[in-house]
């Protein structure tokens, strides 16, 4: 009990020892606030909050915290409650993915390059999809893309950027797998390194394509309902990556070998 | 400006392929001891993929509260810090052993071979993999915070690079445990 305690004064403690009016009494009043805010449902918009930030300049973030992990809220079970339907929707698409994978299960353990390659072509979406969604939404809120987004030369300039960066990155992963590949003591071949190459370009690609597409109009969609974005984009883009390199990636392997 | 944002792009990029390239060169190494595991594809991408959820969002919780000053960078018993590592070490736990009985589940379906062994592997490597990667955030958090980084800006390729390399090696030491 008293360990709670002691945990609720730093977040809130801190938050009052920076706020001069302390001493004259209105750290008081400025406690009682706080505490309000805490009881407060997080469904519903906290005036009190709002009052705080824009009276005493604590950021919505740091109130936020304070309310989150106060002392009456169990962290460990909190953060369970929120993290554990997203990481099980993951795992879930990510299986589908591996089943996929499992019907070419022969060719990627007999190639070797192919099995090199797969988990850093994963990782390379995967931060294809986050970089996308994250730099678009900054945009938006910048007021750099309009109605008529395909019209934006910031957009335009995007787009042209991850491009390069995703022909770039494939063709790194794809020579480095051959090279370690053969330094494992796989025997080379040009045309299965050809084979490699193409699979990756054109999975990051496509999928840099299928990405971008829905990061811009999901984003403007969210935008004009004034949702943020980050919070849908990221997990929505980053899932399409999971499943989608698989997908592309079986199908390709299918296809050349 | 396009240069520095394509360069600064490629960076974050590069770092995150090359934790792949070598987990991928890892599982090339011993193949032959994991493809005697059934349905060991269909739970190997959620749980590389795991990795990088558990523990990035724990990273990104603990630099809020280093900013927000309801955490110091330092191992000290501290609500907050205890409560996010358990949470990150029952997280990992359960999205493995999720990860285990949808891949065996799948493998009877599809496939039509039933076996609980890689419900146990899955556990076991959770397990394994959390105790390593976790207490590895918590101190590059602290490390970079300490240094006067953002830890924001880094730790996303960190957990990228660690996780995968960390991931396969604790799969590996799940599969010869047995």
Redesign the interface.
């Known amino acids: 009990m008293k360990?709670?305690r002691?945990?609720e004064r730093?977040?809130m403690d801190?938050i009052l020892y920076r706020i001069d009016g302390v001493k004259d009494g209105a750290g008081k009043r400025l406690k009682r606030k706080l505490k309000k805010v805490i009881k407060h449902k997080r469904s519903k918009h906290s005036r009190t909050a709002h009052r705080i930030h824009r009276e005493y300049k604590i950021?919505h973030?740091?109130l936020f915290?304070?309310k989150e992990?106060s002392a009456k809220s169990?962290?460990?079970?909190?953060?369970?409650k929120e993290?554990?339907k997203?990481?099980?929707l993951?795992?879930?698409l990510?299986?589908l993915?591996?089943?996929r994978?499992?019907y070419i299960?022969e060719n990627?353990?007999t190639i070797?390059p192919l099995?090199?390659?797969?988990?850093?072509?994963?990782?390379?979406v995967?931060?294809?999809g986050?970089?996308t969604s994250s730099k678009f939404t900054n945009m938006l809120f910048f007021h750099m893309v309009t109605k008529r987004w395909w019209k934006s030369r910031e957009l335009q300039?995007l787009f042209?950027?991850?491009f390069?960066?995703a022909i770039?990155?494939s063709l790194?992963?794809g020579f480095?797998?051959n090279i370690?590949?053969y330094w494992?003591g796989f025997p080379a071949s040009s045309s299965i390194m050809v084979k490699v190459l193409m699979i990756t370009i054109i999975t990051a690609v496509s999928l840099f394509g299928i990405i971008f597409s829905v990061s811009v109009i999901v984003g403007m969609y969210l935008y004009k309902k004034k949702m943020d974005p980050n919070n849908f984009l990221i997990p929505l883009t980053t899932a399409i990556a999971?499943l989608g390199s698989?997908l592309i990636f079986s199908a390709l392997v299918v296809l050349m070998f | 400006m396009e240069s520095k944002t394509l360069k600064e792009i490629l960076t974050a990029e590069f770092l995150s392929v090359c934790g792949g390239l070598i987990a991928g060169t890892l599982l090339s190494a011993a193949i032959d001891k994991l493809y005697l595991l059934p349905a060991i594809f269909i739970f190997l991408p959620g749980f590389l993929e795991m990795r990088g959820g558990i523990s990035g969002s724990l990273a990104a919780r603990l630099t809020s509260g280093l900013f927000v000053r309801a955490i110091k960078p330092e191992i000290k018993k501290s609500r907050i810090l205890y409560g996010n590592i358990i949470a990150a070490i029952l997280l990992a736990i359960l999205v493995s052993s999720c990860l285990g009985i949808i891949a065996s589940v799948a493998n009877f379906a599809v496939f039509g071979e039933f076996s609980l062994r890689i419900v146990f592997v899955a556990v076991i490597a959770g397990v394994v993999s959390s105790t390593i990667s976790i207490p590895l955030t918590v101190f590059a958090v602290f490390y970079f915070f300490k240094r006067g980084n953002d830890p924001n800006n880094i730790i996303g390729p960190y957990v990228t690079v660690t996780g995968d390399i960390i991931s396969i090696l604790s799969l590996l030491a799940a599969v010869m445990l047995v």
């Open positions: 360990k709670k002691k945990a730093t977040v801190d950021s973030r740091t915290y304070m992990y169990n962290v460990p079970l909190k953060i369970i993290s554990w997203v990481l099980v993951t795992a879930v990510s299986s993915g591996g089943l994978l499992t299960r990627i353990v070797m099995l090199i390659v797969m988990p850093a072509l994963m990782d390379m995967g931060s294809f986050t970089i300039k042209i950027i991850l390069v960066a770039a990155a790194f992963i480095m797998s370690l590949a494992m999971d698989l």
